[in-house]
């Protein structure tokens, strides 16, 4: 039954207010601070007519070249991941230690293999089917390394020994990672590398969707509900939860400054209108990205028959539904209210599903073992009489890095092409979660700065098909030459 959202009707001059697109100069404005608030030098956002958005190079870049950095907007990693990569909940970076990150992966695979047995894990009656083709991948990572059989299992005592610090790996200093900062809320849940991103979270979302005790107990239970939905079916909807939250929380900052001016002043108390316009300014960030409703933009799966199309998408609708009811028992706020209706809900959700960036980090305890594989007679044999049997109760997990979704407001704004000039790429030096832009070959001053969607060494026909999921077809000088 199609879903009835009760705040789409009270709220609808506000909803409509938030949809309206954002002027020519304030897209000017919001692009150039971002950039000059992430540092960026040679490049600027160009809004174009009939393309939209673009990134254009103000200055020449040589090959290999960073072109850009790029701090997500909001972030999650893939919640199986997290069993695999204990990671800084703002940044992701690797965080604890070595000995930290081994002893805890083979702990709670242990836990997991104890309590489920094998693989009921990627229970297909919780997953919505087909959805979201990364949770398969893991679903299956997860069933194949649940039962390895190359893994051996360590002496007892090993594993915690591990975890509590008791046991130190032979070189593993030189793989020192930031100690694990745990939440101040309480949860449990989420760590940091450091005071100022467990501050940064705390105050850009986290305040509003930490499950620890200090949280009010009906709020709490709410929030458990959404976020086990969410991890059961897509955990895109945590990335909605926490723009709506950044979303509230800036919002009440706007008011409180310019309540705090007023009573310098003395004027009256606070209007209608004022109101809406902080929340037109918090809701900014996402009013840049935004373009279409999440059961309207999100590609059909290939199982399903396109005569089943409707069905389909209502169902993705309902699902929204379910979701953004569970996140509203938790985290309502009657002053930001047209936030919580279906359709914000739904093209919030459509921005990240059109703009699904992949969030990796590479693990430094893949570094860790290569680097012992790579020392010479007698060290290497020295440390392997240690690290060999660790590396075998490990199996081919040794090498998972960190794996969520994230959305980048820069690298969202670069446009497709087969044969593009840039790529993300994530160099040595990069350890955290943000978006590492590189030039693939020189860029000239004045020329459009584009990367790959898909795997540009596919064949014509299956770019084409791939890049129907992004809503257009590719029109770039490859895709021209090849398709006459
Ligand atoms: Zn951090
Ligand atoms: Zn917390
Ligand atoms: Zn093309």
């Known amino acids: 039954m199609e879903p009835i959202c009760p705040i789409g009707l009270p709220c609808a001059s506000e909803i409509s207010a938030l949809f309206s697109p954002p002027s020519p100069l304030q897209i000017q404005e919001y692009y150039l601070n971002l950039l000059s608030s992430r540092g960026c030098i040679g490049i600027s956002v160009k809004q174009d007519g009939n393309f939209g958005k673009g990134v254009y190079a103000d200055m020449d870049f040589k090959e290999g070249e960073l072109v850009l950095k790029d701090p997500m907007f909001v972030g999650v990693q893939h919640s199986l991941n997290k069993i695999d ?29 104890n309590e489920s047995h094998g693989c009921d894990v990627g229970n297909s009656s919780q997953h919505f089917h087909g959805m979201d083709s990364s949770d398969e991948e893991e679903n299956t990572q997860q069933c194949t390394s649940g039962i390895s059989k190359t893994k051996v299992p360590l002496p007892e005592g090993v594993v915690e020994s591990l975890m509590n610090g ?70 895109i909807f945590i990335l909605a939860a926490k723009a709506i939250s950044s979303t509230i929380l800036r919002y009440h900052k706007l008011k409180a400054v310019s309540l705090e001016k007023q ?28 373009k279409r409703r999440w059961w309207d ?5 290939d199982d399903v ?29 009657k002053e930001c209210e047209p936030l919580f209706s279906l359709e914000i809900y739904g093209h919030i959700i459509g921005m990240f599903e059109l703009n699904n960036l992949d969030l990796v980090v590479a693990s430094p305890v893949e570094d860790y073992f290569l680097y012992i594989d790579d020392l010479t007679h007698p060290n290497k044999e020295e440390a392997e009489k240690i690290t060999q049997p660790i590396l075998d109760a490990l199996g081919e997990d040794y090498s998972i890095c960190c794996e969520g979704t994230a959305f980048f407001p820069l690298q969202s704004c670069m ?37 790959s969607y ?11 098909a791939s890049l129907a999921d992004y809503g257009f077809r590719c029109r770039c000088p490859k895709c021209i030459e090849e398709e006459s």
């Open 454 to 464: 898909v795997d540009e060494e596919l064949p014509f026909e299956e770019r084409q």
């Open 415 to 451: 446009n497709h092409s087969c044969c593009p000039n840039a790529k993300a790429f994530k160099r040595d030096e990069d350890k955290d979660g943000q978006a590492t832009i590189i030039a693939q070959r020189s860029i000239c001053k004045g020329e459009e700065i584009t990367i």
């Open 85 to 113: 990569c204990l990671v800084c909940s703002f940044c992701f970076r690797f965080i604890g230690s070595i000995e930290l990150q081994i002893g805890r992966r083979l702990y709670m695979k242990q836990l997991r293999a």
């Open 263 to 290: 009573v310098k002043y003395d004027t009256s108390c606070f209007s209608n209108d004022r109101s809406l316009s902080f929340l037109l300014e918090a809701w900014r960030p996402i009013s840049m990205g935004h």
């Open 305 to 333: 028959d396109s005569s089943d199309e409707p069905s389909f998408r209502l169902q993705i609708k309902e699902l929204a539904f379910e979701s953004l009811q569970l996140l509203k028992a938790a985290i309502f706020d």
């Open 297 to 301: 933009c999100i590609a059909l799966p």
């Open 166 to 235: 008791k046991l130190v790996l032979p070189c593993s200093e030189k793989f020192s990672l930031l100690p694990a900062v745990p939440c101040s809320g309480g949860c449990g849940e989420a760590y940091y590398c450091s005071m100022s991103c467990a501050e940064a979270d705390w105050e850009s979302s986290h305040l509003l969707l930490c499950t620890g005790e200090s949280s009010d107990p009906a709020r709490r239970e709410a929030l458990l509900k959404f976020i086990k939905h969410a991890n059961e079916t897509n955990d």
